[in-house]
C-alpha cells in the first residue's frame, strides 16, 4: 500500500505529467497545484481574480433575476401606486406617534391626556380615589367630589361609618398630567407648583396614615 501510494504521489509530483484543467472565466489550462491537493475536483478558476470575478458575475445575475421579477410584479396596474401609498400611510402614522409623545413630555399635549373616568360619575380627573363603596366588593375609582359625599367615604379616609361597605385601597395620579397654558411669570407658575405639591402631599399622607 505504502509503495503503491508513493508511486501515486510521484505520478502527480511529476512536472512531465500534472493534471490540467481549464480556467472557466478567462478560458486559459492552468494545471495541478499541491495547495489544491484535497479539492481538486472542486477547484473551476485558475487564480483568485479569476475567483472574485467568477463570484461578481454570480451575484449580478442574481440580482438580475430578482429586479425582474420585482419588474413582473410591480408591472400590474395599480399595484406599485397602492404599495407607494401604504408606505407613506405607514410613515405618518409613526410621525404622528413620535409627535405625541414629545408633546407628552414637553407639556404641550391636550389637558386631558392620561385622564380616567370617575366609576360614579364618569367625570375625567387626574386623581382618583381606589376603593370599594357597595356590597358587590369591587374596587372603583373615584374622584375626590365623589369621595366626599355620605355614601361613600363621607371625605374620610378611614370612611365616615355611614357607608358599612366602605374600603379604601389607595390613590390613582396621572403621571402624564399636562399643565394649562397661561400667562403666569415663571416664578409664579414655580410658586403655584410648589403650592399643589405640598397639598398633594398633604393629601397622601391622611389618605396613606391610617394604617389601612
Known amino acids: 500500500m505504502a509503495s503503491n501510494k508513493g508511486a501515486k504521489d510521484s ?9 490540467t484543467k481549464v480556467c472557466v472565466v478567462c478560458q486559459r489550462p492552468f ?14 478558476t485558475c487564480s483568485k481574480r479569476c475567483n472574485a470575478q467568477r463570484k461578481a458575475d454570480n451575484r449580478s445575475h442574481s440580482d438580475g433575476a430578482n429586479s425582474d421579477e420585482d419588474g413582473k410584479q ?26 405625541e409623545r414629545r408633546a407628552v413630555r414637553e407639556g404641550r399635549a391636550d389637558v386631558g391626556t392620561g385622564r380616567k373616568e370617575c366609576s360614579l360619575c364618569l367625570r375625567s380627573v387626574d386623581l382618583l380615589i381606589r376603593c370599594q363603596v357597595d356590597d358587590a366588593k369591587q374596587w372603583k375609582l373615584v374622584c375626590g367630589r365623589c369621595w ?18 366602605y374600603r379604601y385601597g389607595g ?22 407648583s410648589e403650592a399643589e405639591l405640598r397639598d398633594a402631599t398633604r393629601c397622601l399622607v391622611q389618605l396613606d396614615c391610617v394604617g389601612i
Not at 495541478?32 to 473551476?44: A, F, H, P, S, T
Not at 397602492?82 to 406617534?97: I, T
Not at 366626599?148 to 361597605?165: E, R, W
Open 11 to 19: 505520478v502527480l509530483r511529476n512536472p512531465n505529467n500534472l493534471p
Open 31 to 44: 494545471t495541478w497545484r499541491k495547495k489544491w491537493e484535497r479539492c481538486w475536483d472542486e477547484v473551476k
Open 74 to 99: 410591480l408591472s400590474e396596474p395599480g399595484q406599485a401606486g397602492d404599495r407607494l401609498a401604504s408606505n407613506e400611510a405607514k410613515r405618518a402614522a409613526k410621525k404622528a406617534v413620535k409627535a
Open 148 to 165: 366626599k359625599l355620605p355614601t361613600v367615604a363621607g371625605g374620610v379616609a378611614d370612611g365616615s361609618g355611614k357607608n358599612p361597605h
Open 171 to 192: 390613590l390613582w395620579k396621572n403621571l402624564r398630567k399636562q399643565l394649562p397654558a397661561s400667562s403666569l411669570r415663571d416664578d409664579e407658575v414655580g410658586a403655584k
